[in-house]
């Protein structure tokens, strides 16, 4: 079972990492704001994860841990 | 089991990037590097002038700030005084490739052991976007809204392909971070260019081709996209020189 963790508040909702994922678990939370102001990332599907780490590799802010 | 977590090399602090810049992801590459070769604790790392500025505070090892443009200089005194000691500079094209030409041309003519990561995003970025040596012809920016004029402006600087002319170096090589399979292939040069170092095989520099969104006036998709389109074609990914294995041999 894959587990995405995100470190939300550092989060600038660049969404590399939602087009990156080649399973579309990712998406920018339009109803919430972090503390900078952004629409950070969210997974909406986890249940689609593969762990294969794409979207962690390509964030440009390193908040995201990846478990399986 | 974890298969992904920050390297420990990087400071767990927010960056001060624009949404989509790629520093992040070349700062996240060297300090993995820093991490897998153990040498953290004796790694100096040499900050430039430009957008990455603030590397001083975002990497765990010991760090330096040079003068603009004026890193390998830096570079060459730490490493010469402390030969022992990992020794690597994180430069920008205004920083490497215009006022520090002179100092990055002369460190690789004398071969120096050091590591040169340089950040070619083809713009000025923190001063607001205007032309820089490796802006490409045709290239809008502040200071050239009609488009880069060869005739007037001159043309890009290719630095790999000009070093590779130099005695010196001894491993040059361009990558890019715009797509995963390129940002898997950014990493493993980092690591060749650390262990190069640690060897004592002398001068390497990476030039990463990176992006700038917000000065390209693109979104950060758009911007990875226009790394494939545009600065890819004129700067084309490769090995430029390998000396490593020549001296291997030896």
Known sequence: MAKLTFKTDKCKGCGLCVDVCPKKVLTLAADKINAKGHHPVEAVNMDDCIACAFCATMCPDCIITVER | ?250
């Open chain 2, 1 to 250: 089991m974890v298969v992904f977590e920050k390297p420990h090399a990087l400071a767990d602090v927010p960056l001060h990037y624009c949404p989509g810049c790629t520093h992040g992801i070349v700062h996240r590459l060297v300090a993995e590097v820093i991490d897998e070769l153990g040498i953290e604790g004796k790694t100096i790392g040499i900050a430039p002038v430009g957008c990455s500025v603030m590397a001083y505070n975002y990497f765990n090892c010991d760090m330096i700030e040079a003068a603009h443009g004026r890193a390998p200089a830096v570079a060459t005194g730490v490493k010469r005084a402390n030969p022992e000691n990992i020794v690597f500079t994180y430069q920008g094209d205004g920083d490497l490739a215009s006022i520090g030409m002179a100092e990055t041309v002369h460190s690789a003519a004398r071969n120096e052991n050091i590591t040169i990561i340089f950040i070619n995003n083809a713009i000025y970025g923190m001063t607001g976007g205007q032309m820089a040596p490796t802006s490409l012809p045709g290239q809008i920016t502040q200071t050239s809204p009609y488009g880069r004029d060869t005739d007037h402006c001159g043309f890009p600087i290719k630095v790999c392909e000009m070093l590779s002319q130099v005695d010196g170096a001894q491993y040059l090589e361009r990558v890019a971070v715009n797509n995963v399979k390129n940002v898997k292939n950014a990493k493993k040069a980092i690591k060749k260019a650390f262990q190069n170092q640690v060897e004592g095989k002398g001068f390497s520099l990476i030039e990463v081709i990176s992006t700038c969104p917000t000065n390209w006036g693109l979104t950060p998709k758009k911007a990875l996209e226009w790394v494939d389109e545009k600065m890819i074609p004129y700067y084309p990914l490769g090995v430029y020189k390998d000396n490593t294995a020549k001296k291997e041999a030896e």
